[in-house]
């Protein structure tokens, strides 16, 4: 399969919108997406102690020379959407893929011996879900409604084996994941005659932040190495290699799918 250029013909001014992108799977897809030509949008809640290294790393994308953008707030607000919005507007940008690979979820257990306070409420479980799942649906409703997306555009997010597997503390990401998955079905059925995909990719088991905050993520890693056939745990360059190749024309069949990219960790 040929590689492509986005932006080879000027009028197409193809944007990837990617929220949650400072780190781990949506850095890495922003800087593969950039490589190929795209221009970029991240929207990251990034602290300032950390913001130095989102700098160079942004810069390093910028070196494929394209257009990076970025805004460092919460994607959640309808205001800062509103700001996003206003200058994908005014660049023109055709949103040709929108990646949601937002992190913000709620690690508590279901029980603990320890004080009540501990353990997940009602409150925990909407949030994690407005967070990580809802929010897709939001940003691909108003990028619809305001005529940004491009023909052909793919709505792409990450959802984990978590979603059909429990795992200590995960219930409300858990809870997350599987309504994103959900939501990425019905946005593929019904977006189908605008010629706009939807697809999750169930990433396997990488060493990024969000995976160091999971209570026991050292024994997932070691579960997940002795499952897989490769002997090796899933990169954030992996998974953004998939980005790619569904953001190609020949991957316009492909929709409404849950694909594992783990190497074949999901076999046994």
């Not at 508590?108 to 011996?113: L, T, W």
């Not at 555009?153 to 994103?180: C, D, E, H, Q, W």
């Not at 360059?237 to 960790?265: K, Q, T």
Request: a positive charge.
């Amino acid at each position: 399969m040929s590689t492509r250029n986005f932006n080879t013909e000027e009028k197409n001014n193809y944007w990837a919108l990617i929220l949650g992108g400072s780190s781990g799977l949506g850095l890495a897809s922003a800087k593969k997406l950039a490589a190929h030509g795209m221009h970029i949008c991240i929207v990251h809640r990034t602290r300032r102690s950390k913001l130095a290294v989102f700098e160079a790393e942004k810069q390093s994308i910028r070196s494929y020379g394209n257009q990076v953008t970025d805004f460092n707030c919460d994607a959640l607000d309808p205001v800062a959407r509103e700001k996003i919005l206003d200058f994908l507007k005014k660049e023109k940008a055709r949103v040709y893929v929108l990646l949601h690979s937002i992190a913000k979820g709620n690690l508590k257990p279901i029980y603990s011996e320890e004080k009540v306070e501990n353990t997940l409420n009602g409150k925990d479980f909407s949030l994690t879900v407005d967070a990580m799942a809802i929010s897709l649906y939001d940003w691909s409703n108003v990028l619809r409604n305001a005529g940004l997306f491009s023909d052909k555009a793919r709505i792409l997010s990450f959802t984990s084996m978590g979603s059909r597997k429990p795992l200590p503390n995960y219930a409300a990401v858990s809870t997350a994941k599987a309504a994103l998955e959900a939501i990425t079905r019905s946005l593929a059925y019904e977006l189908a005659p605008l010629g706009i995909t939807a697809n999750c990719i169930q990433a396997g088991v990488t060493d990024t932040e969000s995976l160091r905050l999971i209570p026991g993520n050292e024994r997932l890693k070691q579960e997940a190495l002795k499952l897989n056939p490769n002997n090796r745990l899933t990169t954030p360059e992996d998974v953004a290699a998939v980005v790619y190749l569904l953001s190609l024309p020949e991957a316009r069949w492909i929709n409404g799918a849950i694909i594992p990219v783990d190497g074949g960790e999901h076999l046994l």
